[in-house]
T-cell receptor, first 114, second 108 residues
Framework: DAGVIQSPRHEVTEMGQEVTLRCKPI?????LFWYRQTMMRGLELLIY????????DSGMPEDRFSAKMPNASFSTLKIQPSEPRDSAVYFC????????????FGPGTRLTVL | KNEVEQSPQNLTAQEGEFITINCSYS?????LHWLQQHPGGGIVSLFM???GKKKHGRLIATINIQEKHSSLHITASHPRDSAVYIC??????????FGKGTRLSVIA
């Protein structure tokens, strides 16, 4: 298996632009997580899905952030409009189910908003 | 919500030294993870444990459920061990809650 796949790996954009990050979880995994990592705050959970349904989005910082999981093999995290403080590394992770503890991380997307 | 504290925040060691990184949490858990992240790199799971001790090569992880504390030990440290080590916990079907990480630098 290729593991969790994220794209793009790097994104540089200007303030105000829309940014879309993509994630393909490991095949057969039912739970998917979006995290943000910054120097100041470390790793933070943004949102997670189980069986394509959003379970908890309380970590999504503002209405500018939205996430979807239209099917079991694809999820997107969108920021519109982007701001410089959104600059961070965004990780996607998946695991076989909510009751299964081990989690597998993607390589991350490094976002820079100028 | 579980509070996860790691210590130290930063650690510099000479090659060959024995290293210990500590993690404590506030609420009972079902599993604790130790993760490794190299500079500019992705996150790799080193250990997942719910009791006792696990060993993999030069790495040893222990957990004391009663004291809500875990340690990650590295024996005979090497410069390639330089990375950020992150402790994370989960309870049942809850998402991972992360510590802020310990930045380790091993100098040759």
């Amino acid at each position: 298996d290729a593991g969790v796949i994220q794209s793009p790996r790097h994104e540089v954009t200007e303030m105000g632009q829309e940014v879309t990050l993509r994630c393909k979880p490991i095949s057969g995994h039912n739970s998917l997580f979006w995290y943000r990592q910054t120097m100041m705050r470390g790793l933070e959970l943004l949102i997670y899905f189980n069986n394509n349904v959003p379970i908890d989005d309380s970590g999504m910082p503002e209405d500018r952030f939205s996430a979807k999981m239209p099917n079991a093999s694809f999820s997107t995290l969108k920021i519109q409009p982007s701001e410089p403080r959104d600059s961070a590394v965004y990780f996607c992770a998946s695991r076989p189910g909510l009751t299964y503890n081990e989690q597998f991380f993607g390589p991350g997307t490094r976002l820079t908003v100028l | 919500k579980n509070e996860v504290e790691q210590s130290p925040q930063n650690l510099t060691a000479q090659e060959g030294e024995f290293i210990t990184i500590n993690c404590s949490y506030s609420v009972g858990i079902s599993a604790l993870h130790w993760l490794q992240q190299h500079p500019g790199g992705g996150i790799v799971s080193l250990f997942m444990l719910s009791s006792g001790k696990k060993k993999h090569g030069r790495l040893i992880a222990t957990i004391n459920i009663q004291e809500k504390h875990s340690s990650l030990h590295i024996t005979a440290s090497h410069p390639r061990d330089s990375a950020v080590y992150i402790c994370a916990v989960t309870s049942g079907n809850t998402p991972l809650v992360f510590g802020k990480g310990t930045r380790l630098s091993v100098i040759a």
